[in-house]
């Protein structure tokens, strides 16, 4: 009998622990989909034109630090259009789809 009784305490205390994991978990994703809503991307704020422009200088660019200076640049220029514009922008620049990251190389290599 007092195992059926331990067993059942054990079996509540899990199920209570994986209900407030859930919560939790479901807390945190609208937290960040929040988040997500607010950030204004640097695309957001260009023409059609200027995304042409600045992926044609992408493109010439020879080295990855020539790149770099490129896309700090235009974060600088976009990151002054947000605040004239009193939009939120985030604090630094990063790689949006991991593209300066090395390439994927195949097995073997």
Do not use: C
Not at 3 to 14: C, F, Q
Not at 44 to 55: A, G, K, N, P
């Amino acid at each position: 009998m007092l195992k059926k009784i331990l067993w059942l305490s054990s079996l509540a205390g899990i199920l209570a622990l994986t209900a407030v994991l859930a919560a939790v978990q479901e807390r945190e994703r609208d937290q960040t989909q929040a988040l997500m809503q607010e950030r204004i991307y640097v695309s957001q704020l260009m023409t059609q034109q200027e995304r042409l422009d600045h992926r044609a200088k992408m493109h010439a660019a020879k080295t990855a630090t020539e790149r770099e200076l490129i896309r700090n640049d235009l974060y600088e220029h976009m990151r002054a259009r947000a605040k004239e514009r009193g939009l939120p922008f985030y604090d630094e620049p990063s790689v949006i789809g991991g593209r300066m990251q090395e390439p994927i190389r195949g097995m073997g290599s």
